[in-house]
């Protein structure tokens, strides 16, 4: 398939961004701003109706735009709204109030053809599709092109086979969907939401059921995919971690308050991230990047060492919930490294008393039966 047959799709919006750089770059002598919505709302409000027309509000006022090319990570505690936003900008809820701006045009407007050629969706259920192969459930991602009896066309076929290679799954074209592990059908759905060929693509927990290596393959591939085609791409996650690394943009939807938006940096150094998870029992840590669990935070540790050794020492305890100093004079809780790498030792001192352990684990037990949480 050429780039241009991909309707804007691939390669050729690379082409038309780099001549449009030049062009306004001379001119204006400044660099210009490449941002181009695709989907944006309007004081949106997102709930359910009961049936006996009670409204139940869960998000209000929300105002946020998805750029092409972007991925975009939506993150928020348990039960915050999560999953009916993405409902809801998909089209398959409809919003108590606002409005849903697709390509500029209203997204209630769209027929189910038309939604389905602009914008995709891939859920965290799991599809019970029985013995289907792999090729021919990604090939159900071209309905919105093919005729009534869904006969696909050489170049549905030419998709299709992309798709599948875009994900990485060339492999599993003939395997029977139901024999794939977690992993493998997820990277399926998402060849499937692909061949749709939309602009956006909307993800519910993409990386719920994988291991943290295949998160951030799962994560850098929908970052190369939504660079590579122009798509915009907005899931939902609970990995902070993986989504600190990779989101060009964080949603964050907090318990209370306004939905929050900005590059993952500036919203950990506006304190953003830390506010929206203070009540959830974790806090987080600035300097680390992490999140950590509020159990001895009062709790100082002085600790003495170097290299590798004290940088994993350091980790451990802070893990366990320690606020660790690096200094050489006194908490009433001190650990000091010595001895060589493969025969290192931690000494243990909390008050006047004084125990020496070979492994970080057995000082983290020795920590735990001793201090009790504040
Ligand atoms: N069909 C429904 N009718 C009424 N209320 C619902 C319905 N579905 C979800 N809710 C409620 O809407 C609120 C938001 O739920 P939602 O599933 O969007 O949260 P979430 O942030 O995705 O949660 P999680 O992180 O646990 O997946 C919750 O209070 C939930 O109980």
């Not at 719920?208 to 591939?221: C, G, N, S, V």
């Amino acid at each position: 398939m050429q780039p241009e047959e991909l309707q804007g799709f691939l390669i050729s919006k690379d082409v038309a961004t780099v001549s449009g750089i030049s062009k306004t770059y001379s001119r204006n002598n400044r660099i210009p701003d490449m941002n181009s919505s695709v989907l944006e709302t309007t004081h949106l409000t997102t709930g359910y109706m009961s049936q006996r027309r009670e409204r139940k509000v869960v998000s209000t006022d929300l105002s946020l735009a998805l750029i092409q090319g972007e991925v975009v990570c939506l993150i928020g505690p348990n039960g915050v709204g999560k999953s009916t936003l993405l409902r809801t900008l998909s089209g398959l809820h409809p919003p108590l109030g606002g409005h849903i701006l697709l390509n500029s045009r209203d997204i209630t407007t769209f027929t189910p053809k038309e939604l389905a050629r602009n914008l995709s969706i891939v859920l965290t259920e799991r599809v019970h599709v029985g013995a289907l192969p792999v090729f021919t459930l990604v090939a159900l991602g071209r309905f919105p092109y093919t005729d009534w009896a869904g006969k696909l066309r050489p170049k549905d076929v030419e998709v299709v086979t992309w798709a599948i290679n875009a994900v990485g799954a060339v492999d599993l074209t003939n395997r029977l969907v139901h024999e794939l592990s977690d992993g493998e059908r997820q990277k399926v759905m998402i060849a499937r939401a692909l061949a749709q060929q939309p602009k956006v693509m909307i993800l519910d927990e993409p990386t719920a059921f994988l291991d943290l290596p295949r998160r951030i393959e799962m994560l850098t591939l929908l970052r190369r995919l939504a660079r590579d085609t122009g798509t915009a791409i907005l899931l939902s996650t609970h990995d902070l971690d993986v989504a600190l690394r990779t989101a060009d943009l964080l949603w964050i939807l907090p318990k209370d308050g306004t939905l929050q938006t900005g590059a993952p940096e500036d919203l950990v150094l506006s304190g953003a991230l830390e506010q929206a998870f203070k009540n959830d029992g974790v806090t987080f840590d600035q300097q680390h990047g992490s999140f950590s669990m509020n159990t001895r935070r009062d709790t100082q540790i002085t600790l003495q060492g170097d290299g590798l050794y004290a940088l994993w020492t350091r980790k451990a305890l802070e893990r366990e919930g320690f606020a660790v100093r690096i200094s050489p004079n006194g908490s009433r809780i001190q650990v000091k490294i010595h001895g060589q790498p493969e025969a290192t030792r931690w000494h243990l001192q909390i008050q006047d008393q004084c125990s020496e352990h070979s492994t970080i684990y057995e000082l983290l037990s020795t920590l735990r039966n001793t201090v009790k949480p504040l």
